[in-house]
């Protein structure tokens, strides 16, 4: 039955598109997707920690979610910093 449904099918719709894979439309989607996810996320955790009073963890917390959203917002970071620790120890970059 399935065969036969895909024979049906033109198959200008069924081949491939000649476009290829675009990883740049891939990631802007995803930090479309995830970005307002992950800030929501950040916001009840903190609220939840300033309401029961753990100061120092929610410092902890607001530490890590910057580092994590420097990460997911700005992913040339840590190519960035790749290249600089490299540099820093004396590894050449080529």
Known sequence: MLHHLM???PIEIVAAP???FDPDGLADWLRGFF???FLVTVSIVAIFFLF???I???AQFIVLAIGIGVVFYVPSIIETAAKAIATALGVDGN
């Open 7 to 9: 024979a049906s099918i």
């Open 52 to 54: 029961t009073r753990e």
């Open 35 to 37: 970005g307002p996810l």
């Open 18 to 20: 000649d476009d290829g």
């Open 56 to 58: 120092t963890r929610f």
